[in-house]
C-alpha cells in the first residue's frame, strides 16, 4: 500500500507556479491576481480562506479578499463581482461557499467572467468540460487527476466508481475520467448495493460527506482509494468518508486526511489562476 501524499504534490505545483511568477517580476511585469470573496462569518470557509491566502504568498500570487456582510443583497453582491471582472489586477474571482440562503449561488456564479471563473463553476466552463473542451475545471476534480497523474498511475481503460454526484466533485469528476479514457460509474442515495459497483472497480472517490462510509468490505484488494471528504468522528478527529484503518491494507494507494484531495485543491486553484493569468495578457 502506497499513501498518496497530497501535501508533497501540492508543494511541488506551488514551487513550480513561483518559479514562473519569479520570472515575469524579474521581466517587470505584474503578478497573478486572486480575489477571494466571502460573505457571513462561517469558521470553516474562514480557516479554508485562510489555508488559500498562505498558499498564494508562498507562489507568489496576488492575493485580496473581500468580506461582506451575510445580510447584503444579492444584487450588491453582483455589484461587487462585477468589479472584479473589470480589475485588470485580478485574473481570478472565488466565491467561498456556501452563500447565505437568499442568494442564488447559481446567478453569483454566472456573474463571474468565464475567463477569471477559478473555481470552474460558471456554466460556460461547465459545458465547456461537458464537450472535452475545458479551459478551467474545478479544483477538486482537476486535483484528484493530477494527484494520480504524479504517481504515473495509468488510467486509460480503469473502472471508476465516484460516490457521490455534486456539481463541485462527482459530476465534473466523472467528465475528466471520462477524458482519461476510464469507465465510470456514479453512484448516489439512490443507488441500490452500492458495494456491488465499488467491489469492480480499479478507482474508488467517496465523496459524500458520511464518516467512514466506504468499509473494507467495499473494496477489492489493489483498489486505488481517493478520500474526497472531509468529517469529524465521534471523537471530535478529522477523518474522511473512508474508514481508513480497515480498507487502507487491502489498497494499493490511498488518499490520507487530512493531507491528500485538500491541499490539491489549494493547489489546482493557483494554477487556474495562473492559466487564467496567461489567458487575459494575452487576449
Given at each position: 500500500m502506497e499513501i498518496l501524499d497530497g501535501r508533497k504534490t501540492a508543494k511541488d505545483i506551488r514551487k513550480s507556479i513561483k518559479i514562473k511568477v519569479d520570472e515575469l517580476i524579474a521581466?517587470?511585469?505584474?503578478?497573478?491576481?486572486?480575489?477571494?470573496?466571502?460573505?457571513?462569518?462561517?469558521?470553516?470557509s474562514e480557516s479554508y480562506v485562510k489555508s488559500k491566502e498562505k498558499?498564494?504568498?508562498?507562489?507568489?500570487?496576488?492575493?485580496?479578499?473581500?468580506?461582506?456582510?451575510?445580510?447584503?443583497?444579492?444584487?450588491?453582491?453582483?455589484?461587487e463581482i462585477n468589479k472584479?471582472?473589470?480589475?485588470?489586477?485580478?485574473?481570478?474571482?472565488?466565491?467561498?461557499?456556501?452563500l447565505p440562503a437568499h442568494i442564488d449561488p447559481d446567478a453569483v456564479m454566472n456573474c463571474i467572467d468565464p475567463i477569471k471563473d477559478v473555481d470552474g463553476f460558471n456554466f460556460i466552463n461547465i459545458g465547456s468540460l461537458c464537450v472535452g473542451k475545458e479551459y478551467l475545471a474545478p479544483c477538486t476534480p482537476k486535483g484528484i487527476i493530477r494527484l494520480l497523474k504524479h504517481y504515473n498511475i495509468e488510467l486509460s481503460g480503469k473502472k471508476v466508481c465516484i460516490i457521490g454526484r455534486s456539481n463541485i466533485v462527482g459530476k465534473p469528476l466523472a467528465l475528466l475520467f471520462l477524458q482519461e479514457n476510464c469507465t465510470v460509474t456514479v453512484c448516489h442515495s439512490r443507488t441500490k448495493n452500492p458495494e456491488f459497483h465499488t467491489l469492480n472497480s480499479d478507482i474508488i472517490v467517496p465523496a459524500v460527506g458520511?464518516?467512514?462510509?466506504?468499509?473494507?468490505?467495499?473494496?477489492?484488494?489493489?483498489?486505488?482509494?481517493?478520500?474526497?471528504?472531509i468529517n469529524v468522528d465521534s471523537d471530535g478527529k478529522i477523518c474522511g468518508d473512508v474508514d481508513y484503518e480497515s480498507v487502507a491494507p487491502k489498497c494499493s494507494f490511498i488518499t490520507p486526511v487530512p493531507g491528500g484531495v485538500g491541499p490539491m485543491t489549494i493547489a489546482?486553484?493557483?494554477?487556474?489562476?495562473?492559466?487564467?493569468?496567461?489567458?487575459?495578457?494575452?487576449?
Open positions: 521581466q517587470g511585469k505584474r503578478v497573478p491576481g486572486l480575489a477571494v470573496v466571502i460573505v457571513g462569518f462561517d469558521p470553516a498558499a498564494c504568498k508562498r507562489a507568489g500570487i496576488y492575493s485580496k479578499l473581500i468580506k461582506l456582510e451575510s445580510e447584503i443583497s444579492q444584487e450588491t453582491l453582483l455589484e472584479l471582472n473589470r480589475d485588470e489586477n485580478i485574473d481570478g474571482i472565488l466565491i467561498q461557499l456556501p458520511i464518516s467512514k462510509f466506504l468499509k473494507s468490505d467495499m473494496v477489492s484488494e489493489g483498489a486505488i482509494v481517493i478520500d474526497v471528504g489546482l486553484l493557483l494554477e487556474n489562476t495562473f492559466i487564467a493569468y496567461r489567458k487575459l495578457i494575452s487576449s
